[in-house]
């Protein structure tokens, strides 16, 4: 396929949009907020009517998320609870008797496990009841902070909860040569720390627009890797311990020997990969907004005796603040808008263990969208209609977006988003906007070269198609066409010039009307003489019948003419024509302040040199045995000799056109 200037500039603009967009989506932080914006439109697509709902009208007990799992459940200290403990003179935080008893009446349920999101660093009454209650349970998560910087409250007895912390810990991946993003552990105290069968930080880490979207399942602190409160509980649930997990920082964490009948997912080898990043974060998969998973207030369970029935065996229970008044500070953003700290938690547990992770193309993976997205735009944009240009690029655009929600919807998989569609934008309006500048320069360049030589129809298509129009010189097979009238110095004698003048403006308008007729285009005017040729600019198929049927009704039409003469007392003029039909170089020609179209080779010579032959043989049309074989089976004609003409070494056949067969 040939490119032509105006496609390789088009193709080169796109290029550029390319660069720059990827320089800024890989290098800098300029386009992080509309990607991230992006991620959260695929989320409220997914599920719409979840972005409505705000906190403080309060969590909805009948809104479970069909996504979510049924052995998650929230067991939250809400406004309801908070009203209940109020009325008996109970402020938050609550008293660790509450929290014995509520210990001992769940743990009574036979949960999978207990997970406390509620930080007990600091001693406090009945800290030995509440850690008696939490080892008879023995499904007790705790969870305690990371802090990003040196913290001002130092713990006496810190060597002692790190001592117990470090049960928990992984060796470091000899390949990780990150540097911790955190400065110091507060684990919980040491009593009830050893009374918990799992200790877990429970740290997130918005993005630069403030919104969660990922939670880390390991943190790298003091040459060891220290789990998250949520690999704890998924380790538990599979009862696997760490000899079954492996961590290659930057690409995964693996679980091995799962029993088969807890996968969501069964794999062949028993185990599931959790993609993570190179600070051990992994990507939730939130399925909704407030109130997703099963939820009941914690006051309900804050009772002494038993749990009569199964309805929390085998559950996973997260206990945490779930009111948005009063108590907690523990709301942080999601894509879903607002979410309490637990809601956060329970969303990565059920990401984990429905094995619904989700996954990031990289840097160079989208970049190589940008890519395609630039040659797509450069070729295309450039090869159709301005109307097709905007088709194409709304449909590309629809493309893309509906293909990168499905690609989400399906396959979790989250694509560059924002980025293509601004590159789609750009690319277009600078292309469209060169295009319309430069075709309407080409179309006014046009309308002044050939409108004088060439017919309407033949100027339109060149306006329409431009790209047939090969300026410069091109070799191809046309036809020539030259007529001369007889004896004109004699009649111009006879004649005063203003009547000269007008004699012959009639007789060029009325050939010249019939070049045009049949699409010719007509070189020059050499005097009385007339030049006109087919096949180029337009390619013609039939050019050499056409420019005979020209001849044919030039002679016509002349006839016509001297009758109307005679009669006016003016000259009637007589006509030799001439045609040829061979390789001829058409194109611009002449210098730089000053240019023609027009043809030049031997046989356009051939064709000039035919029209003064009339004269010898007293025919009105001579046409050459190269443009007979291309009409003869629609003429009428006569052969006439073999002629030796200059330029020629080889004699030509010559034929007499008499009509047209049709």
């Known amino acids: ?212 979207r990922r939670v880390p399942l390991v943190i790298k602190y003091k040459g060891k890797y220290y789990p998250s409160i949520d690999l704890l509980i998924v380790m538990h649930y599979y009862g696997i311990t760490k000899k079954d997990i492996t961590i290659s920082m930057g690409n995964y964490i693996k679980l091995s020997n799962i029993p088969r009948e807890k996968m969501a997912k069964p794999t062949p080898d028993n185990s599931i990969i959790i993609p993570i990043d190179d600070e ?62 637990i809601e956060h938690h329970a969303n990565a547990l059920n990401t984990i263990l429905n094995q619904d992770f989700i996954l990031k193309f990289t840097p160079w993976q989208n970049t190589l969208i940008l890519f395609v997205i630039a040659l797509l735009l450069g070729f295309i944009l450039t090869q159709v209609s301005i109307v097709v240009s905007v088709a194409f690029t709304l449909g590309l655009v629809l493309f893309y977006i509906i293909g990168s929600y499905l690609l989400f919807d399906i396959f979790n ?102 070049v045009f007729k049949y699409d010719g285009t007509l070189d020059k005017y050499v005097g009385d003489e007339i030049m006109a040729f087919w096949g180029a600019p337009i390619p013609q198929d039939n050019h050499a019948l056409l420019a005979c049927k020209c001849a044919v009704e030039m002679m016509q039409v002349l006839e016509q003419l001297n009758k109307r003469w005679v009669q006016m007392n003016k000259p009637a003029l007589h006509i030799g024509i001439g045609i040829n039909t061979g390789e001829m170089v058409v194109g611009n020609m002449g210098s730089a302040s000053r240019m023609d179209y027009t043809l030049m080779g031997d046989n356009v010579n051939l064709g000039a040199r035919l029209e003064g032959t009339n004269k010898q043989y007293g025919t009105g049309i001579i046409i050459s045995e190269f443009t007979y074989e291309h009409v003869k089976d629609h003429v009428i004609a006569r052969e006439l000799d073999l002629v030796r003409v200059k330029g020629k070494q080889l004699p030509v056949k010559i034929y007499e056109l008499i009509d047209i067969k049709e």
């Open 1 to 212: 396929m040939q490119i032509n200037k105006n496609q390789l500039l088009g193709l080169l603009l796109s290029v550029v949009v390319f660069i720059i967009l990827s320089f800024l989506y890989t290098q800098t932080n300029l386009l992080d907020g509309l990607e991230y914006g992006s991620i959260n439109f695929r989320f409220y697509l997914r599920d719409p009517s979840e972005k409505a709902v705000k906190l403080q009208e309060g969590v909805r007990m009948s809104r479970k998320n069909p996504r979510s799992r049924d052995d998650i459940i929230i067991l939250g200290i809400d406004e309801n609870t908070i009203r209940e403990f109020d009325n008996e003179g109970i402020k938050w935080p609550f008293p660790w008797i509450y929290h014995t008893k509520f210990t001992r009446y769940v743990g009574s349920g036979e949960p999978k496990a207990m997970f406390f999101d509620i930080m007990f660093l600091d001693h406090k009454p009945y800290e030995e009841e509440f850690a008696k209650a939490i080892k008879e349970a023995n499904c007790v998560f705790l969870d305690y902070p990371f802090e990003t910087e040196e913290i001002d409250v130092k713990y006496t007895d810190i060597e002692e909860r790190m001592r117990i912390l470090d049960i928990y810990s992984f060796p470091v991946d000899p390949q990780d040569n990150s540097v911790p993003w955190v400065e110091e552990a507060v684990p919980p105290t040491p009593l009830l720390s050893q009374a918990a069968i799992g200790l877990g930080f429970a740290n997130i880490r918005p993005d630069t627009d403030h919104v969660n």
């Open 280 to 341: 051990g974060f992994m990507d939730i998969n939130f399925i909704g907004g407030p109130g997703s998973f099963t939820h009941y207030p914690y006051y309900y369970f804050c009772r002494d005796g038993k749990i009569q029935n199964t309805s929390l065996k085998d559950k996973i229970i997260l206990v945490a603040a779930y009111a948005s008044t009063g108590i907690s500070t523990d709301i942080h953003k999601s894509p879903y808008g607002d979410l309490f700290g």
């Open 413 to 514: 998989i989250i694509t560059i988003f924002a980025t293509p569609i601004i590159q789609v934008g750009t690319t277009f309006s600078i292309i469209i906007a060169y295009r319309v500048l430069t075709e309407q320069q080409e179309k006014k360049y046009i309308r002044q070269t050939f409108s004088k030589f060439v017919s309407k129809t033949v100027v339109d298509e060149l306006l329409k198609h431009p790209d047939k129009l090969k300026l410069g010189g091109d070799k191809k097979i046309l036809t020539v066409l030259f007529s001369d009238i007889r004896s004109f110095t004699t009649i111009s004698e006879k004649m005063t010039p203003e009547e000269l003048v007008e004699h012959l403006n009639e007789y060029l308008q009325a050939m010249t009307e019939l």
